[in-house]
């Protein structure tokens, strides 16, 4: 079971990998940068931002928007990206298969469980404009489950993530807050002293008459 488990997960990997290097040859790699993005630990909305920046040369000061100048974008570690609240049961992918009542949808838990490389994938061309340059675009980017890739030959560029800015708390959110850190202390204060209230009684020695 193990030795069959691991031939299928090599099969995986190179067919990943055949896939990730046939589409090169209708993308003219001149002059382009080869950024690399570690998804582990990231947050899905902010990374795919920051990919969609880059894979449309908006980073650049020769960006235009009737052009395709962004870069190579690698993407890393896909099985490890993060996402905040409760998106990974409330979020949902639908799709039709034509048929009458064939309405699909699947959950974002379910999704990374298959396939955590279309849900970074779905991410960044939404964020793209619909026009000739998305599919183009959409070339350039490879995304892998894991940290191998076969691109080591690569001049390759990590990209440094900017820091994340937490706005600041709302007063009633504050407030909320404290009031139920008030309330479990209450709680917990309580809880010791009905505690040494029956240790108290236990302790107390039985009057023979």
Not at 120 to 139: F, G, S, T, Y
């Amino acid at each position: 079971m193990a030795a069959s488990s691991i031939n299928g997960n090599m099969k995986a990997t190179t067919s990943s990998f055949i896939k990730a290097l046939a589409g090169l040859r209708r993308i003219s790699l001149e002059g382009l940068r080869w950024r690399v993005f570690d998804a582990k630990g990231q947050v899905l909305g902010r990374l795919a931002s920051q990919i969609s920046t880059v894979i449309q040369g908006k980073d650049k000061p020769t960006y235009a928007p009737n052009r395709d100048d962004g870069d190579m974008c690698i993407v890393l570690n896909a099985k490890d990206i993060a996402v905040t609240g409760r998106k990974l049961t409330n979020k949902f992918y639908r799709w039709h298969t034509g048929y009458i009542g064939h309405l699909k949808e699947r959950s974002l838990k379910d999704q990374l469980a298959k396939d955590p490389t279309e849900v970074i994938r779905k991410a960044v061309l939404r964020m793209l404009p619909r026009n000739k340059l998305r599919d183009d675009r959409d070339r350039k980017l490879r995304i892998f489950t894991g940290d191998e890739h076969p691109f080591h030959d690569r001049p390759l560029e990590p990209y440094v993530m900017p820091p994340r800015q937490v706005r600041e708390m709302r007063p009633r959110a504050r407030r909320a807050i404290i009031r139920a850190q008030k309330k479990a202390e209450q709680q917990q204060q309580g809880d010791t002293y009905l505690s040494r209230k029956k240790r108290s009684k236990e302790a107390e020695p039985e009057v023979s008459v």
